[in-house]
């Protein structure tokens, strides 16, 4: 299939007897099925099983090119604390996860 720019990639698991409805879905969305892959997903506990919230947090704030500053202003916190959180030396909290989840927008649940 030939790549365009306007699509994003996207894997998740349906229930087997919805499947030729998503398919549907998908493609009257405009959408392309490409079920070369479809078996060699793996869930992302099994890559990163001791993944921690400080850590996702470190690779999110690296992955869009934020500092702990901005991070801290943004949390209406100071930088250390930023920095405690990433170490584990901080728990997350879920009212905080939650802003964290919009702030990178991903699921707060990562970060609990």
Known sequence: MMP???LMSVKFRVPAKKLEDI???VAALGGQIDEED???SVAW???LPDSEPG???R???YRDGKSQKWLAEELGMKQPNVSAM???ERPI???LAKKLGELFNVSYKVFL
């Open 4 to 6: 365009n720019s306007n």
């Open 23 to 25: 398919k549907n879905i």
């Open 38 to 40: 479809a078996d060699d």
């Open 45 to 47: 506990e099994e890559v």
């Open 55 to 57: 850590k996702i947090l």
């Open 59 to 61: 690779g999110l704030r």
């Open 86 to 88: 990433e170490k584990g």
């Open 93 to 95: 909290g879920k009212s």
